[in-house]
């Protein structure tokens, strides 16, 4: 079966190699496969109409040839006995209707035993007959002689003949039993193997229907399976193979259409970098501007500040933070989605790291009057700085941005086994549950916060989930509790990259 099924597989794809293949529909194939699959079931059903009525007609024939035959035989008995009780009857009585009648007994034996055909009866049963025929005739012949000439008397032992005569015939009715028995026999062991050869056809036709459509089947979904492929290579932001789809012209037409897809989101993709790319750039020029001439301003190298001039120098600075926040987003997501974000691993502090970064927002923190609550242990990490950098910075931002004026700011680092975890939390109004889900979605923006006049781009989640995710760590949102009731971030990454885990819990 496992040759049979190579040599199939083989001839298909032969099959699928050629041009009349591909030119062909899905519904013209399918139909093609029907058939093709349906004939060992057909040829199955033929043989067994063929063997079935075979057999029928046989049996048929068997039995009103053994019926003829045993009716033959019961027919010239009672000739016997009746041509043996005539003659006796006559040799007493002498009238000539019993020799008549005698007569007649013995030209319907003779008809009866002539009238059976030859392929009706047995060799064996055929000689016993032809013997009978002749020591009757021979018997039937001398009484007539006897009879008509008036000249001799008929023995005793002319009489007695035709009990022998008589014992004959039942030895040839008892041999039409013993064919009839034999016949039905014969007819018992031909059923038998015709049962059996309707199975074996059956177990044969079956399987290997099964297996041409398997074959069938296995061989129009590949090009189906191509095509899911390409759309879920598609769908994972992978526009630069193409998508080359052989088989039925219909599939390859979809083929083609998902092509012109591919090649419409490529340009689509290249030109949304290009936008994010030009316009980061461009805005880091006003914005360098803008940072240089509130430090001129705030150092009072062109006059002295009174109280509330120096108010609004601030919101300018905090107005710089955040646009430069804004645009080193826009610039990271840049990077990540076009290089796909590679580790570049060094062993550092991360509780340096992580303070650094919280003296860098200190003007906000200040203004904002926040009171950040470091439980900090020193830990050396192997990861890739900048990325962690990143993924710190932006959730402390958010916990500006979203936390309360004169509230706390978490920020937890715990060690347990391999991993490292760290909670960034806050006392804002925390994140809705309609917005749960969205968070980590590009583009994405939840509800600004009063306090937070400038929105973001949306892009700090997702570049902190894709960071976590190539270092094998996880990013989870926490419930709130009765100190902390805004947003609660848990981030788990592995102390050394040579240690692979999972990509959340």
Same mark, same amino acid.
């Given at each position: ?15 699928l ?13 399918s139909?093609t496969g029907?058939?093709? #699959?349906?004939?060992p079931l057909?040829?199955?059903?033929i043989?067994a ?6 057999h029928?007609t ?6 009103i040839?053994?019926?003829?035959v045993?009716e ?8 016997l006995?009746s ?12 009238e000539p ?6 007569? %007649? ?7 009866t ?14 000689a016993t ?6 020591n009757?005739n ?20 002319d009489?007695?003949?035709?009990? =022998? ?11 039409g039993?013993?064919?009839?028995r034999?016949e039905?026999?014969a007819l ?6 015709v ?6 056809s059956?177990f ?9 459509g398997?074959?069938?089947?296995s ?16 769908g994972?932001g992978?526009f ?6 052989q088989g039925?012209? =219909?599939?390859?037409?979809?083929g ?11 340009q ?6 290009n ?7 461009e805005?880091?020029t ?6 240089e @001439?509130?430090s001129?301003?705030q150092d009072?190298?062109?006059?002295e ?7 609004i ?19 990271e997501?840049?990077?990540? #989605? ?9 062993t550092? %502090?991360?509780d340096?790291?992580i ?14 009057k926040?009171q ?13 700085? %900048?990325?962690?950098?990143? #993924? ?9 941005k ?5 509230s ?5 680092v715990?060690?347990l086994?391999?991993?490292i975890?760290i ?6 109004k925390g #994140?809705?549950?309609? =917005?749960?889900?969205f968070?980590?979605n ?7 916060s ?7 781009s949306g892009? @700090?989640?997702?570049l ?6 190539i270092?094998? @760590?996880?990013?989870?949102l ?5 100190r902390y009731?805004?947003a ?9 990259q040579?240690?692979?885990?999972g990509?959340a819990?």
């Open positions: 079966m496992s040759n049979l099924r190579v040599r199939l597989i083989s001839s298909f794809n032969q099959i190699s050629r041009r009349h293949f591909r030119q062909n529909s899905l519904y013209k194939l139909l029907l058939v093709i #699959i349906s004939l057909v040829f199955a059903f043989y109409l063929v063997a079935i009525t075979k029928t046989l049996t048929q024939q068997t039995l040839n053994t019926i003829i045993t033959s035989n019961r027919i010239i008995l009672e000739r006995v041509m043996e009780r005539n003659i006796r009857q006559y040799q007493i009585l002498k209707d019993l020799l008549k009648g005698f007569q %007649d007994h013995h030209q319907a034996f003779i008809d035993a002539r009238n059976m055909k030859s392929e009706e009866v047995k060799s064996e049963l055929q007959m032809n013997q009978l025929l002749k009757e021979k018997l039937y012949l001398l009484i007539v002689k006897k009879t008509t000439s008036g000249q001799q008397e008929l023995t005793k032992n009489l007695n003949n035709y009990a =022998d005569l008589t014992l004959e015939a039942r030895k040839l009715v008892d041999k039993g013993i064919q009839l034999q039905a026999k018992s062991t031909a059923a038998k193997q049962k059996n050869n309707l199975i074996y059956i044969l036709a079956v399987p290997l229907a099964l297996t041409l398997l074959i069938f089947v061989l129009l979904i590949k090009p189906i399976k191509h095509i899911g492929y390409a759309i879920r290579k598609i994972k992978n630069y193979q193409a998508v080359n789809i039925p012209k =219909d599939l390859e037409a979809l083609k259409h998902l092509e012109w897809l591919r090649n419409r989101l490529n689509l993709e290249n030109d949304k970098q936008f994010i790319k030009n316009i980061s750039h805005l880091k006003p914005l360098a501007t803008l940072k @001439g509130s001129i301003l009072e190298i062109v006059g500040l009174n109280q509330e001039q120096q108010e120098i601030q919101l300018m600075q905090l107005g710089c933070i955040q646009l430069n926040s804004l645009i080193e987003n826009l610039l997501y840049q990077k990540a #989605i076009s290089i796909q974000a590679k580790l570049n691993c060094s550092f %502090d991360l340096l790291l303070k650094r970064i919280i003296e860098e927002y200190r003007l906000i923190i200040n203004t904002k926040i950040t609550k470091e439980l900090l242990i020193p830990v050396k990490i192997q990861a890739d700085r %900048d990325k962690v950098r990143v #993924i710190i910075s932006n959730l402390l931002s958010n916990a500006l979203f936390g309360a004026p004169n706390d700011l978490g920020v937890t715990r060690k086994g391999i991993n975890y909670i960034i939390e806050d006392q804002g #994140i809705s549950t309609r =917005d749960q889900k968070i980590f590009e583009f994405y923006q939840e509800e600004s009063e306090s937070w006049p400038v929105r973001g892009l @700090g989640l997702k902190i989930k894709d960071y976590i995710k270092h094998h @760590g996880g990013i989870k926490l419930k709130s509790n009765e009731s805004g609660r971030f848990l981030v788990r990454l592995p102390i050394t040579n240690v692979q885990q990509i819990e």
